[in-house]
T-cell receptor, first 110, second 112 residues
Framework: NAGVTQTPKFRVLKTGQSMTLLCAQD?????MYWYRQDPGMGLRLIHY???????AKGEVPDGYNVSRLKKQNFLLGLESAAPSQTSVYFC?????????FGQGTRLTVV | KQEVTQIPAALSVPEGENLVLNCSFT??????LQWFRQDPGKGLTSLLL?????REQTSGRLNASLDKSSGRSTLYIAASQPGDSATYLC???????????FGRGTSLIVHP
């Protein structure tokens, strides 16, 4: 009963490096989301997907790219990391009404 | 654009008190509203989901109400315990979609 799994859980990057965060869900959900959580800012939507092969921009998409090649996976990419992207990243999925969240990825860019 | 406000931002109470956490939203054309709990350094755990056709939902000592017309929801915690200490987040879909928009949360501390 895994639910939503995020990989990795922690990562330290140097400015300019790239990385991909993986989100996997086993609930056959159509909708998947990537949020970032910063102190005092709450959770802000980066990108989302309403089904396999689809992606769309959220509130704070700059500096990030996403892909949804398989229904169960939603990848978040940082092409050239910046210190402003230091944050905790959460992935979520939903069928319609109820959203389920992963445990988060704590990313530090130095 | 949906905007979600949670009041108070922080709350510190002695054990045993009954609590009310407030959530207000600007777009009342919603399908549902969801309350989450977040412990420090952890992910979000769903507490209660209220469909737009419902007025309230209950789970143990938690009761959430929804008033769509006024754009408000409250989370009532009965007989608070130190284990209830966490941040409580309200999430409401925006723009006729299912995409959750979050408030900034209420940070709750229940001291013995």
């Amino acid at each position: 009963n895994a639910g939503v799994t995020q990989t990795p859980k922690f990562r330290v990057l140097k400015t300019g490096q790239s990385m991909t965060l993986l989100c996997a869900q086993d609930m056959n959900h159509e909708y998947m989301y990537w949020y970032r959580q910063d102190p005092g800012m709450g959770l802000r939507l980066i990108h989302y997907s309403v089904g396999e092969g689809t992606t769309a921009k959220g509130e704070v998409p700059d500096g990030y790219n996403v892909s949804r090649l398989k229904k169960q996976n939603f990848l978040l990419g940082l092409e050239s990391a910046a210190p402003s992207q230091t944050s905790v990243y959460f992935c979520a999925s939903s069928y319609t009404h109820e959203a389920f969240f992963g445990q988060g990825t704590r990313l530090t860019v130095v | 654009k949906q905007e979600v406000t949670q009041i108070p931002a922080a709350l510190s109470v002695p054990e045993g008190e009954n609590l009310v956490l407030n959530c207000s939203f600007t777009d009342s054309a919603i399908y549902n509203l969801q309350w989450f709990r977040q412990d420090p350094g952890k992910g979000l755990t769903s507490l209660l989901l209220i469909q737009s056709s419902q007025r309230e939902q209950t789970s143990g000592r938690l009761n959430a109400s929804l008033d769509k017309s006024s754009g408000r929801s409250t989370l009532y915690i009965a007989a608070s315990q130190p284990g209830d200490s966490a941040t409580y987040l309200c999430a409401v879909p925006s723009g006729g979609s299912y995409i959750p928009t979050f408030g900034r949360g209420t940070s709750l501390i229940v001291h013995p």
